[in-house]
């Protein structure tokens, strides 16, 4: 069996379980160019679905290092460490926001998917925080849509400052 065909019996169980694979096998080049018209048009939203679908979005769109820093307490300094674009823990399956981690695993073994709840604020001189924390949810019926029904577990973020016309990741709060 070549690989294309094992990617499509892939893509075929995936759809037919009811959600699609959350990472293409090859990267479209329309990610970069969806990103950067984004930034231009001043869409964060669109932007940040960019930055999640792809790891050439996050190394082109994150400042040479990212500062960790805690969540409970963002303005002490953190520590700075080198960008990693293969590192994000929000991953997209279908329309729906889930963590990076229970996307791999699903795709491997089929365990459940853990929902992540999204909240943007914007902030002072343009820049985003992006704060994410996994949830329960309700499939609402409309195919595109869940509810939320409680919060859990702890919350982190990511922070995006408004660079040079466009927006960077330059913090992560955990």
């Given at each position: 069996m070549t690989r294309i065909q094992a990617a499509l019996i892939a893509a075929l169980f995936a759809t037919a379980s009811g959600a699609a694979t959350h990472k293409d096998d090859v990267?479209?080049?329309?990610?970069?160019?969806?990103a950067a018209s984004a930034c231009q048009a001043r869409n964060f939203d669109t932007f940040f679905n960019q930055f999640i679908w792809s790891p050439d979005v996050r190394r082109k769109y994150s400042a040479p290092t990212v500062e960790e820093r805690a969540f409970a307490a963002p303005t002490r300094p953190g520590i700075k460490?080198?960008?990693?674009?293969n590192q994000f823990d929000i991953a997209m399956m279908d329309f729906y926001y889930v963590d990076e981690a229970s996307a791999q695993r699903w795709?491997?073994?089929g365990?459940?998917?853990?929902?992540?709840?999204?909240?943007?604020?914007?902030?002072?001189?343009?820049?985003w925080q992006v704060t994410y924390q996994p949830a329960l949810m309700r499939d609402d019926g409309e195919g595109d849509g869940k509810t939320l029904i409680r919060r859990i577990g702890k919350p982190k973020a990511y922070v995006f400052a408004r660079v040079a016309g466009c927006w960077k990741l330059v913090q992560w709060l955990k």
């Amino acid at each position: 069996m070549t690989r294309i065909q094992a990617a499509l019996i892939a893509a075929l169980f995936a759809t037919a379980s009811g959600a699609a694979t959350h990472k293409d096998d090859v990267q479209p080049p329309t990610y970069l160019k969806d990103a950067a018209s984004a930034c231009q048009a001043r869409n964060f939203d669109t932007f940040f679905n960019q930055f999640i679908w792809s790891p050439d979005v996050r190394r082109k769109y994150s400042a040479p290092t990212v500062e960790e820093r805690a969540f409970a307490a963002p303005t002490r300094p953190g520590i700075k460490r080198p960008a990693n674009p293969n590192q994000f823990d929000i991953a997209m399956m279908d329309f729906y926001y889930v963590d990076e981690a229970s996307a791999q695993r699903w795709e491997k073994h089929g365990t459940p998917l853990i929902d992540l709840m999204l909240d943007r604020k914007k902030l002072p001189g343009e820049g985003w925080q992006v704060t994410y924390q996994p949830a329960l949810m309700r499939d609402d019926g409309e195919g595109d849509g869940k509810t939320l029904i409680r919060r859990i577990g702890k919350p982190k973020a990511y922070v995006f400052a408004r660079v040079a016309g466009c927006w960077k990741l330059v913090q992560w709060l955990k």
